[in-house]
Nanobody, 128 residues
Framework: QVQLVESGGGLVQAGGSLRLSCAAS????????MGWFRQAPGKEREFVAA????????YYADSVKGRFTISRDNAKNTVYLQMNSLKPDDTAVYYC?????????????????????WGQGTQVTVSS
């Protein structure tokens, strides 16, 4: 069982930055690839970024590439999402998710159905 708790969301002006954190309650955090997804009102949940269990490989949605950075600290059981140059279109509830490292990190990282564990989400609002 993995419990995930996101934090760091809030209200920011366009062009600003936020750093989201996701703390995992699990004995072996390094057993999981991690991902960030987001869901805006009236829209489907969409992939944002993912990171392999050891942090070697990272993947991004085209819409955030060059602006967002995913990272993890396995000693702290935490994954981060640094968000820079925020836009109003980035407004959404952001969720972190975990999936077993039994599967290669480069496969289906964008597919929410392969993630078994989810946090409760944190709201990010970007004003214009």
């Amino acid at each position: 069982q993995v419990q995930l708790v996101e934090s760091g969301g809030g209200l920011v002006q366009a062009g600003g930055s936020l750093r989201l954190s996701c703390a995992a309650s699990v004995r072996t955090f390094s057993s999981y690839h991690m991902g960030w997804f987001r869901q805006a009102p009236g829209k489907e949940r969409e992939f944002v970024a993912a990171i392999s269990w050891g942090g070697t490989y990272t993947y991004y949605a085209d819409s955030v590439k060059g602006r967002f950075t995913i990272s993890r600290d396995n000693a702290k059981n935490t994954v981060y999402l640094q968000m820079n140059s925020l836009k109003p279109d980035d407004t959404a509830v952001y969720y972190c998710a975990a999936r077993s490292r039994d599967h290669a990190s480069g496969t289906h990282y964008y597919d929410s159905s392969v993630y078994r564990y989810w946090g409760q989400g944190t709201q990010v609002t970007v004003s214009s």
